[in-house]
Nanobody
Framework: VQVVESGGGFVQAGGSLRLSCVAS????????FGWYRRPPGGQRELVAM???????NYIDSVKGRFTISRDNAKNTVYLEMHSVKFDDTAVYYC?????????WGQGTEVAVST
């Protein structure tokens, strides 16, 4: 499954963004899909994931602010980001969970200004 992420950009702290991830394959066949991020100079981490049943999980730092969702008919996974913080600045990627050894998409950059 190859993906194209979009929706990133510059946003002021407290603002909102909606990231989209369009997959070339059948997203419905993938049990768990996730959004990851790599902050400047940091390691890539899993931020949120969603299963085919709709079960979601988030890291503590984004709980209550981010919402992951999926539209299997459109082969698309979304990440709605609200009340963004400077620490949310990162390149965001989507991929199945666990990510395996295959290549990543180009990601979409989110830059939060204070």
């Amino acid at each position: 499954v190859q993906v194209v992420e979009s929706g990133g950009g510059f946003v002021q702290a407290g603002g909102s963004l909606r990231l989209s991830c369009v997959a070339s394959g059948d997203v419905a066949s993938i049990d768990r899909f996730g959004w990851y991020r790599r902050p400047p100079g940091g390691q890539r981490e899993l931020v949120a994931m969603i299963s085919t049943s709709g079960t979601t999980n988030y890291i503590d730092s984004v709980k209550g602010r981010f919402t992951i969702s999926r539209d299997n008919a459109k082969n698309t996974v979304y990440l709605e980001m609200h009340s963004v913080k400077f620490d949310d600045t990162a390149v965001y990627y989507c991929k199945y969970v666990p990510p395996g050894q295959t290549s990543w998409g180009q990601g979409t950059e989110v830059a939060v200004s204070t």
